[in-house]
């Protein structure tokens, strides 16, 4: 019974596990119903408060136009959620499958498949979006788009390395011996032991969707306004930071943050994946 | 690892053929590994023997012992037996040709024949329970259902000694005694006929290694069990196997039943291991021993490409120009005992002379 | 344990390998191109052209003229000759070629690339040396929680608040503005000094973690241990010993990392206005000047593939394991 608490206590989220949980939770409401947080409006603009510092009023400050910057950040959560979301999202669906059957099968997919990764990681992700912002200009799901081809070889190439690690691992050849089908191994045994490895990944992803999306917006290739993004905010306070240097400070700090703590869960995921590795 | 290449399945044996004396029949066994020699590099492979033209039969409720030291390419055996790495030659399974059998007949056949792993920590699914991981087999063949494959799982588990209780609990919770043990249920739970057992000792402490012996020993008798019990340990082996198989470098060197093996062991590479063994038979101690192995011997010979003659030429100190050139076939040198060696007769004789220093 | 036979074979391996992925890039550029809705011969001729007497015909003439009246694999493969005989195209703008452009505007990205490089990397040893040599202590949390905000931070912002701090404030820097090293060698540096701050602060926080990791892995290998035991002080120990072994995995980092830190040079120019290839494709996309956008992805993405293979071959070639 002892072994069964231990296991359980393992098991159990640390005091920062549970801090990032509720962080988590309070984002997915910003992002899902932003009136909790805020009962402005993004697009109310306040004429007598143009580019004003933090006031009781405006938390933060007003921009350019005299909209309230709290509000727009908070409304802006719900697009950064959807863009890291989807395209990290995207990039596992794909990914996965891709290089679960690359590292089982290797042989000419295998081969294939690592040429394409290795094609499409060597460009800057920079230039890769303006290649297909140049081309299908500017929008939501073309952002997704692009994020989830620059994340895809990531994830295809960590799902095939983990893959071909664990079939090296006696226990596959193991279920072979008793006679499971492939399709058993693969989902039952294979599958089963890269999720951590892969789980770690997601939010280093998503941090680098949060990333990306503003230095695009911010070089005018990301979402175009009226849709609020952080990046589109930021874009917007770096062209007023001599006159209001709050405003600038304040946005970027929202994307660090988020970006932070999105690393922090990976790091998290990484130390609750690794002991049970080790064995 | 790919199944045996090419060859489609023979049409299976119609009807089971129990009448064949031998349960297996291994008929010039190789198994060749291609390895890439570089890193992440397709171009430079290397392929060498792991197993070259092996041959031997199992008798049903039998058990032949392997024994040979490292990377003599015993596991490769027990591998190639069950059809899970690539290799030439004929394993015959209850008179049925296994090798270049695959999918559902090759599956079907898999629960007659079962394999414990050499090393159980690797061999058993870090993130499976034990439960979960007997009814494996159990599920894949549907040798039970519904809470019927549950009493199955408690039954082999108590068939192996081991509590009930261990069936919630995870791999690194176990002893590593309890892991073989665990190892062994798996391969029962399908009640198969045949199982290869590769050093399922060898990883465990002396007192447990005992304990684990005994056991598969009891269920081999309960059961009627044949098994391949591979091993380095020659003690362990004879307390097991009635029949023996000396492996060295991929090949069978020596082949006979376990008395004659261990009174009158003719190849020079089995008296060399026999000497390395304490002997547990005191009158076997007062034996004058001899050097059987060359004061240069390494290992060395074991990682170089074979390129003709004895296997056991650079470490044999007996070694002449005819074992140079000419590789000696495994020959009956007494009923059900067979030596690979050219100088058997005078070394049986005590005759033959060494030629240690010449080169 | 090397042969010569070995060595070609790999370097063989992975040119053909290099090669491979070449391909792939150049069909994704060309693809992009090919794909993008609309016909370029019809955006060519303009809106207004369209309706005038004549329009079909034209459009058809300019059609063979652009090849485009061939099955997609020959555009390819004739786009492909186009390329490999230098000819990146011309720009839509004043039909210069695109390769000029390029060229004309690559220097302050170079520098700026150049330069972080040279100073992130000895940066990197010794704040990465420093935090493993005594692990999980103070200096180590620090080091590691700044490297993690660094790659946290996006670049751009880091450089406005630099900009904010000392031009805006400070009065100390320029905010803006790139000077050529030949005109004034002390413009050139002060008008650098925030940019490369500002990539050299990225580059660090992502080089340090594989130096930190490399040097704890090394630190408890047994030549090492050897050496502590043997007396030798610690810094010695570290930077002697260990730092030649930590030294190799950073060729194969900055390798990996270098499309990157193109993509990073590229926001940080921007945000300085030092007028670089980042702008000069910022502009092509803003004037939908696709020949310019195309050229210069192909030949950026060519050249990071050419970077990391020789980074990886230069690592193979330090480290005899690999071979
Ligand atoms: N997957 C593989 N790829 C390449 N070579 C292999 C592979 N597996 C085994 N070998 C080589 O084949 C030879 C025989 O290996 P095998 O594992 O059969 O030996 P073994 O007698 O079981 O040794 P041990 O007692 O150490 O388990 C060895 O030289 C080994 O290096
Ligand atoms: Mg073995």
């Not at chain 2, 020079?268 to 304490?278: D, I, Q, R, W």
């Not at chain 3, 060595?7 to 191109?33: E, N, Q």
């Not at chain 3, 030798?232 to 930077?239: D, G, H, Q, R």
Request: charged share 15%; proline share 5%; with cysteine.
């Amino acid at each position: 019974m002892k072994t069964h608490v231990s296991a359980i206590r393992q098991r159990m989220p640390s005091l920062s596990a549970c801090i990032l949980i509720v962080i988590g939770i309070l984002v997915a409401i910003a992002a899902i119903y932003p009136r909790a947080f805020t009962s402005g409006n993004p697009n109310a603009i306040d004429p007598n408060a143009i580019l004003a510092g933090p006031s009781l009023r405006h938390l933060l400050g007003t921009d350019e136009a005299g909209a309230d910057i709290y509000t727009r950040i908070i409304y802006g959560t719900r697009l950064d959620a959807e863009i890291s979301l989807f395209s990290v999202g995207i990039a596992y669906a794909v990914g996965v499958p891709l290089g679960l059957l690359a590292g089982w099968w290797r042989g000419a997919l295998d081969e294939i498949l690592s040429r394409l990764s290795a094609g499409i990681l060597a460009f800057p992700i920079v230039l890769l979006a303006l290649l297909i912002v140049g081309s299908f200009g500017t929008s939501a799901p073309t952002l997704i788009a692009i994020l989830a081809l620059a994340f895809l070889p990531q994830v295809t190439l960590l799902a095939r390395a983990q893959t071909m690690a664990v079939c090296a691992r006696g226990y596959v050849l193991a279920a072979r011996a008793t006679g499971l089908r492939e399709r058993r191994i693969i989902t039952v045994h294979v599958l089963h032991n890269i999720t951590p490895q892969l789980l770690v990944l997601s939010p280093q992803l998503m941090s680098q969707a949060i990333l990306i999306e503003a230095s695009l917006s911010y070089l005018g290739v990301g979402i175009q306004p009226p849709a609020i993004t952080w990046g589109s905010l930021l874009l917007d306070a770096s062209n007023y930071y001599q006159q209001d240097p709050l405003y600038a400070i304040s946005t970027g700090l929202v994307v660090t943050i988020a970006a932070a703590l999105l690393l922090v869960a990976g790091d998290l995921i990484s130390r609750w994946a690794d002991p049970l590795r080790r064995r | 690892m790919a199944m045996s290449a090419g060859l489609q399945g023979e049409a299976p044996s119609d009807g089971v053929s129990s009448g064949t004396a031998s349960l297996l029949e291994v008929r010039h066994l190789s198994v060749t590994y291609t390895r890439r020699l570089a890193r992440n590099d397709g171009q430079t492979r290397e392929s060498r023997h792991a197993v070259r033209d092996v041959n031997f039969d199992v008798p049903r409720r039998e058990t032949l012992g392997l024994v040979g030291e490292s990377g003599s390419g015993k596991t490769s055996v027990g591998l190639a037996i069950l059809n899970l790495i690539a290799a030439a030659g004929s394993v015959r399974f209850d008179g049925q040709e296994i090798l270049g059998l695959h999918g559902a007949t090759m599956r079907q056949l898999r629960t007659r024949m079962q394999m414990v792993f050499q090393d159980p920590t690797a061999s058993l699914d870090p993130r499976m329970t034990v439960r979960r991981i007997v009814r494996m087999p159990i599920k894949a063949h549907r040798i039970a259902t519904g809470t019927g494959i549950d009493d199955l799982v408690a039954e082999v588990l108590n068939k192996v000694s081991l509590d009930t209780a261990v069936m919630s609990r995870y791999p690194h919770q176990l002893s590593g005694g309890q892991r073989q043990r665990v190892a062994i249920a798996r391969a029962l739970a399908t009640a198969p006929d045949f199982i290869v057992c590769d050093e399922i000792t060898s990883s465990l402490d002396v007192s447990v290694q005992a304990q684990v012996v005994n056991l598969l020993m009891d269920l081999q008798a309960d059961l009627g069990l044949t098994l391949l019990f591979i091993s380095h340990n020659l003690g362990i082996v004879r307390q097991v196997s009635g029949l023996i198989a000396v492996m060295y470098y991929g090949r069978v060197v020596e082949l006979g039943q376990s008395e004659q093996i261990y009174a009158n062991s003719l190849h020079p590479y089995t008296k060399a291991l026999l000497e390395a063994v304490p002997s547990p038979d005191p009158a076997l101690e007062t034996r004058p021993t001899r050097a059987y192995l060359r004061a240069d011997a390494t290992t060395a010979g074991l990682h170089k490409v074979w390129s003709g003659g004895c296997v056991y030429q650079d470490r044999c100190p007996f070694t002449t120009d005819l074992c140079r050139r000419v590789e000696p076939e495994l020959g009956a040198s007494a009923a059900g005992h067979s030596v690979a060696c050219h100088r058997v007769d005078e070394i049986r004789t005590g005759t033959a002379e060494c030629t240690e220093g010449d080169s | 344990m090397r042969t010569p036979r070995l060595r070609t074979g790999t370097l063989a391996a992975r040119l053909a390998r290099t090669v491979g992925v070449l391909v792939v890039i150049s069909l994704i550029v060309f693809l992009a191109l090919r794909l993008t809705p609309g016909d370029p011969a019809a955006l060519l001729l303009g809106p207004q052209a369209v309706g005038q007497p004549g329009y079909k015909i034209e459009l058809a003439n300019l059609h063979r003229q652009m090849g485009l009246n061939y099955p997609l694999p020959v555009q390819y493969l004739i786009w492909l000759k186009g390329i490999l005989s230098g000819n990146l195209g011309n720009s839509n703008q004043n039909g210069e070629p695109v390769i000029r452009l390029l060229a004309g505007a690559a220097p302050p990205t170079l520098f700026l690339i150049g330069l972080s490089l040279a100073i992130a990397i000895p940066l990197s040893i010794v704040i990465g040396t420093t935090a493993a040599y005594r692990p999980s202590g103070i200096a180590d949390r620090f080091v590691r929680a700044l490297a993690d905000l660094s790659l946290a931070t996006p670049t751009f912002w880091l450089g406005l608040l630099l900009v904010i701090l000392f031009a805006v404030r400070l009065h100390l820097l320029p905010a803006t503005g790139y000077v050529s090293p030949l005109v004034s060698p002390m413009q050139f540096a002060r008008s650098m000094a925030l940019p490369v701050v500002t990539v050299v602060v990225y580059l660090v926080g992502v080089l340090t973690r594989y130096v930190y990791a490399e040097m704890c892995e090394v630190g408890a290998q047994d030549y090492v241990r050897t050496a502590r035991a043997m007396g030798i002080a610690e810094p010695t120990v570290l930077f002697r010993y260990a730092l030649r072994n930590a030294l190799i995995p950073l060729i194969a980092i900055v390798g990996v990392q270098f499309a990157a830190l193109i993509s990073g040079a590229i926001v940080v120019e921007q945000v300085f206005g030092l007028g670089g290839v980042g702008q000069l494709m910022l502009q092509g996309v803003v004037l939908k000047d696709y020949p310019l956008v195309q050229g210069g992805v192909l030949l950026i993405t060519i050249l990071v593939t050419v970077v990391t293979t020789l980074a990886d071959l230069l690592y193979r070639w330090v480290d005899p394991r690999l071979t």
